[in-house]
């Protein structure tokens, strides 16, 4: 069929108007020259756009760091209260409205025939979308007095349950130097990639897998760095916060609250870094970190339930790590943090979680130790299972940042976290099941099993920003990969890998 | 033969044409600065570029001194005077912090230090932690707001002798100099900022301007060495009503006066120790001159 040259001139056309467009679109996008903001509760204080602080917002750059590590304060003698605006109320709210795609790769589920189901299963992929919430943030946080701060965050899930997710008070530049400063409360250990900071939302890509990865059936919940936890934290700085120290003594709990899971048992954390001036490149800074601890195994019993508070039997874990933090001239930014871990080989066979906390103060496993669903309990007389060894691993997280402007920020992350030893070798005969959840396990766990290779890419853009309030249109992908921890083949019987993916759109603001 | 429309569209256009110098020299445009994007800033080994500052203005400076650098940032409305001071306009080329004669321009490495430094009392706090490189950036950019860079070099900077040894006479005469060149006529016969002209003072914008208060423990804002000090009343503050002194005293007298300011700051020093041992007076306006 002939086109005639009218269609083909509106076609032209409505192309090139089209095209115009949606040049003048991505040129608003991408060249918008708005303001850039982050918290609002100190951008109104000092009258600094939240650029200043965030590389974006929550993610802090240097100058923001600096700012924290001073204790909330710009150290220019107007940093106490008294000098606020009486009418200054130092609260940020945050919540974030989404629409998410979660995909489980493989899922055991009933068969059904002619409208009833027949007894038997089947493995299939579950896909689910549509529109969510986040949980809402209260943050408030600033000085009760020049060199006197606090921090404090009630928070709550979708549903509107609180805990407190931060509370603190910091004690800054004691005797006038930036090197003894003093924190007391539930806060983020001093990590230089902070997860409480994070770009992402989706809920593998939400959080740092290296922060928080232990083996599978290891019951050992409480070396989670991510997590807020709760102690008392020591930090030094030079004045320009090239050089940073801090040291921390924490509950070997999690961050519970009650002392109702492992109390009496301790860990320290302990951090570093210096930074460099490289020229046109940028400050670089390199770190290492090191936790170490432990906690018990072991809960007095009454009626067969744990008592809260009355663990012993202290065993011991650690993770040891490097971090970078590298930028390639004003654009472009790298983060690197590795880690090291080894967990107790009681921690291995599944030892420590007694009371299956579910990490906000509550428990999930009601029944009395070693019942069904609930973890074991290292009793005295308490043997090893013949082949229990003690589990290690290797894990590296590469967080790349295209910073296009202060309002537009593009992300990419992969984390891959590896097995080095196995808690079940191959002596194994009554080893601690994972799946089970029983001592079934025989011979050594595959190499690989419970490994863990992830990606996340995503952007945010926040199309307005002003030190009042903050709004970005999120937009973010997660892969996750895990070896060996799928359901198992329903004629083999073996192992499978399980993948899950999930795509998240949404609008994150604070006000 | 032309209408009336006509007519009004030929006067309404000569109007224009008209005020558009004027309204230019009132306020520098975007294109007017950025004529000026080559400008270049040399900081030790370092050399800054104007044009490559542009994300770090906007990421941190853009906020107080706004787009064109006229110190009309959109939290300039909330620094009112007396508690914040606003943001500087740098488009007049007028900077407070030299270290050359008043009336001249800063060097590079004036701007410099005092964007590493920040300034105590008001919000601009230390970029210190940027790296050399981009607050030489930085420095360029501040430059390419004002004309003035492009027709003036920066003044040759003042020489600062060595610092004496500080004794009780050398306090005893810095406070003779307090007297005779009237601090205290703004910062108070305590240096406590409560002089008699404190309060009517204003800078060279007309906006109130309070003088320093020495004994608060504030920092100066130029800098709180000896050296710093010695520099702020033999370069004055431009833009303020703190004049230079290079004129009216000698550089003994202004190391005799940086000892006698010592004893008023609340920091340990040895002139506020050899002050107390003196039992040193306030001087007394109303004496008579060189009879304190």
């Known amino acids: ?511 | 033969m032309r209408t009336r429309l006509q007519n009004w569209t030929l006067l309404l256009s000569s109007a224009a044409l008209l005020m558009f110098p004027l309204a230019s020299s009132a306020q520098l445009t975007t294109s007017d600065i950025q004529t000026r994007i080559g400008a270049e800033s040399h900081v030790g080994n370092v050399t800054g570029h104007a044009k490559d500052a542009a994300p770090d203005y906007r990421r941190y400076c853009v906020g107080c001194h706004g787009d064109l650098g006229d110190g009309n940032g959109e939290n300039a409305v909330w620094m009112q005077p007396p508690m914040y001071q606003q943001p500087r306009d740098f488009q007049l080329g007028v900077f407070k912090c030299r270290s050359t004669p008043t009336g001249t321009l800063p060097t590079d490495q004036d701007l410099y230090d005092a964007i590493t430094r920040g300034f105590d009392r008001t919000n601009m706090p230390q970029w210190n932690t940027l790296s050399k490189q981009e607050r030489a950036d930085l420095v360029a950019w501040v430059k390419h707001f004002s004309p003035r860079w492009a027709t003036e070099k920066p003044g040759t900077p003042i020489t600062i002798p060595p610092e004496p040894e500080v004794t009780p006479e050398r306090i005893k005469a810095g406070r003779d100099v307090f007297a005779k060149v009237q601090c205290w006529k703004c910062h108070g016969v305590q240096g406590m900022a409560n002089g008699p002209s404190a309060s009517t003072l204003t800078d060279d914008l007309g906006r109130p301007i309070a003088p320093f208060n020495f004994t608060d423990g504030s920092r100066p804002k130029c800098g709180d060495t000896d050296q710093d000090i010695y520099r702020i009343f033999m370069t004055g503050l431009d833009g303020t009503p703190m004049p230079s002194f290079a004129d009216n005293i000698k550089p003994d007298e202004a190391w005799d006066l940086v000892f006698y300011l010592r004893t008023f700051m609340a920091q340990k020093s040895k002139e506020k120790e050899m002050a107390k041992q003196l039992a040193l007076k306030p001087v007394d306006p109303n004496a008579p001159a060189g009879q304190q």
């Open chain 1, 1 to 511: 069929m002939r086109v005639s040259s009218s269609s083909l001139l509106r076609v032209f056309r409505f192309a090139t108007s089209f095209a115009a467009v949606a040049l003048v679109f991505t040129s608003v996008v991408l060249t918008c020259s708005q303001p850039a903001n982050a918290l609002p509760a100190f951008a109104r204080k000092y009258g600094l756009r939240c650029s200043a602080c965030h590389e974006s917002w929550p993610m802090l750059n240097y100058f923001g760091q600096k700012f924290k590590d001073n204790g909330y304060q710009l150290m220019n003698d107007r940093d106490a209260p008294i000098w606020q605006n009486p009418g200054y109320w130092p609260v940020v709210f945050r919540i974030t409205p989404i629409w998410h795609r979660v995909s489980v790769g493989k899922v055991q589920v009933d068969t059904y025939t002619a409208g009833a189901p027949d007894g038997g299963q089947a493995i299939t992929r579950v896909s689910s979308s549509g529109f969510d919430l986040s949980g809402l943030d209260f943050h408030t946080g600033g000085t009760l007095e020049k060199n006197i701060s606090f921090y404090l965050l009630p928070s709550s899930d979708p549903t509107g349950a609180f805990h407190f997710e931060q509370v603190f008070v910091r004690f800054d530049n004691i005797g006038h130097s930036p090197w003894l400063n003093f924190k007391l409360g539930r806060f983020e250990l001093d990590n230089l990639l902070s997860e409480k900071r994070i770009l992402t939302l989706t809920g593998n890509g939400g959080i740092y897998q290296t922060y928080h990865f232990i083996p599978q059936g290891d019951g050992n919940i409480f070396g989670q760095i991510g997590d807020n936890q709760l102690g008392i934290e020591y930090l030094g700085h030079s004045a320009d916060d090239r050089t940073r120290i801090s040291a921390s003594l924490v509950s070997s709990s999690d961050g519970n609250v009650n002392l109702s899971t492992t109390a009496n048992a301790y860990t320290a954390f302990i951090a570093g870094s210096q930074a460099f001036d490289l020229g046109r490149a940028g400050v670089q800074r390199v770190g290492f970190y090191l936790m170490a601890g432990d906690a018990s195994t072991y809960y007095l019993t009454e009626g067969g339930a744990p008592i809260a508070g009355s663990g012993i039997a202290n065993k011991s874990f650690s993770r040891e790590g490097f971090v970078g933090q590298f930028y390639f001239g004003p654009h472009i930014g790298l983060t690197v943090v590795t880690q090291h871990g080894s967990d107790n080989v009681w921690f291995g066979q599944g030892y420590g979680n007694a009371e299956a906390t579910d990490g906000n103060g509550g428990t999930t496993c009601a029944g009395p130790a070693l019942s069904p669903g609930c973890p074991p309990n290292n009793f005295p007389g308490t043997a090893l299972p013949t082949g229990a060894q003690a589990p290690s691993w290797n894990g590296v997280t590469f967080e790349g940042h295209y910073i296009y402007s202060p309002q537009l920020i593009f992300i990419s992350r992969y984390e891959v976290e590896k097995m080095s030893q196995q808690a079940n070798g191959a002596a194994c005969t009554a080893c601690f099941s994972a799946s089970s959840g029983a001592f079934t396990a025989a011979g050594a766990s595959p190499s690989n099993f419970g490994n863990i290779s992830t990606y996340t890419i995503g952007f945010r853009y926040n199309p307005f920003m002003t030190s009042r309030a903050g709004l970005a249109w999120h937009n973010e992908y997660n892969w996750l990969h895990q070896d060996g921890t799928g359901p198992a083949n329903l004629t083999t019987l073996a192992p499978t890998n399980l993948n899950t993916s999930e795509l998240l759109m949404g609008l994150d603001f604070d006000f």
